[in-house]
């Protein structure tokens, strides 16, 4: 055999091997740096484009009816950004969720700096359970066991002060069109 082919005989013996592979053309592209250790994140690095408003109108348990203006996260996007960062709350305004599926939901208050009340409502748009006054800036997972397709954030004690329990009933306004991404 010739030196030629003995060369080409190994190489071809070489590639067959396990392990063994044909060094790349050029060097791998480098990592991107690594992102900042979550405790360090900061509002900038969630930087939102305007959501969608709509209204929630609640029952109380004494037939009284409460109108909350909302922004709605229904991508995963604002889902996941929620209503971190925000130092205030007003009375009467909060953030409608709005999930792909009817499952149970889960919520933490990493980088929430208010306390917030949590109403989670099934697909027949009743208040299927309240977490009240979730303490901020925690990791404790929160949920109420039941599956849910929407969650309704306001400010902590807003539904012991108007009344608002489970069972209630919710009606939407303005979410035409406004329908959850994965």
């Known amino acids: ?43 900038e690095d969630y930087v939102m484009p305007a959501l969608p408003r709509a209204a929630v109108r609640l029952k109380d348990a004494f037939g009284g009816v409460h109108r909350v203006e909302v922004e709605v996260a229904a991508t995963a996007d604002a889902r996941t950004r929620g209503l971190m960062w925000r130092k205030s709350l007003p009375a009467g305004q909060g953030m409608l969720f709005i999930f792909p599926e009817e499952e149970v939901q889960s919520f933490w208050m990493r980088n929430t700096l208010i306390p ?50 489970r069972g209630g009933t919710v009606e939407f306004e303005g979410l035409g069109g406004v329908h959850a991404e994965p």
């Not at 010739?2 to 071809?12: F, I, K, M, N």
């Not at 592979?21 to 050029?26: D, G, L, S, V």
């Not at 949590?118 to 925690?138: D, K, Q, W, Y």
């Open 1 to 43: 055999m010739t030196r030629s082919l003995r060369a080409v005989a190994l190489g071809a013996a070489l590639l067959g091997v396990p392990g063994c592979q044909e060094a790349p053309a050029a060097p791998p592209p480098r990592p991107a740096a690594p992102r900042p250790a979550s405790k360090d994140l900061s509002a």
């Open 116 to 165: 917030l009340d949590m109403l989670f409502i099934n697909a027949e748009r009743r208040v299927v359970g309240i977490i009240e006054r979730a303490e901020p800036r925690t990791l404790t997972g929160r949920s109420v066991g039941v599956p849910g397709l929407y969650v309704l954030e306001v400010p902590g004690g807003w539904c012991q002060s108007v009344g608002v329990a």
